[in-house]
């Protein structure tokens, strides 16, 4: 396991205790959680904006119907 240290004021530090506690996490799973949330958002952000460029360039839509039934779902 990897220990990664942090410098933080002693304001950021009671904050992010205190938000912890109130979560009823310790402190190294509430910042381990809230990395990765990070991440998954900026990961899911690329994702969006690159299906919006992709629809720009060819703005078809389906219904629910026709995408069931373009799948075989029926």
Known sequence: ???ISLRLSD????LIKKYA????LNV????????IERIEEEYDLVAYRKAIAE???NPVTYTHDEAR??????
């Not at 304001?11 to 009671?14: C, E, Y």
């Not at 506690?21 to 009823?24: A, G, I, P």
């Not at 039934?69 to 029926?74: E, Y």
């Open 55 to 57: 629809y720009r360039e």
């Open 1 to 3: 396991m990897a220990i």
């Open 69 to 74: 039934k373009m799948l075989d779902l029926d």
């Open 21 to 24: 506690e109130l979560n009823k």
């Open 11 to 14: 304001d950021d530090s009671m």
């Open 28 to 35: 190294s799973e509430f910042i381990r959680q809230a990395v």
